[in-house]
């Protein structure tokens, strides 16, 4: 069973920056495609970053030169740094593994 628990989430200032955590048990993470969605309220969830288990990663434009994504296998952790923070940013923030598990969310809120 795979178990996916992201932290970091709060409230920010715009401006501001947080780091999301995703920790993974029940998979071979290094092995693991692992992505970050948001779902902003009464919009779609969009995807916003992804990292291959080599360590290759891509960002969506809208949070481009703001936002990176990044892993650690001995943690079995995956990170989303999220720098110059607008209130469009404004989601839930879920973490998926494989294409297949998701998160339970976390949530950041832009606002001053």
């Known amino acids: 069973q795979v178990h996916l628990v992201e932290s970091g989430g709060g409230l920010v200032q715009p401006g501001g920056s947080l780091r999301l955590s995703c920790s993974a048990s029940?998979?071979?993470?290094?092995?693991?495609?692992m992505a970050w969605y948001r779902q902003a309220p009464g919009k779609q969830r969009e995807l916003v970053a992804a990292i291959t288990s080599g360590g290759s990663s891509t960002v969506a434009d809208s949070v481009k030169g703001r936002f990176a994504v990044s892993r650690d296998n001995a943690k079995n952790t995956v990170y989303l740094q999220m720098n110059s923070l607008k209130p469009e940013d404004t989601a839930v923030y879920y973490c998926k593994c494989r294409g297949l598990y998701w998160g339970q969310g976390t949530q950041v809120t832009v606002s001053s």
């Open positions: 029940g998979t071979i993470f290094s092995t693991a495609f």
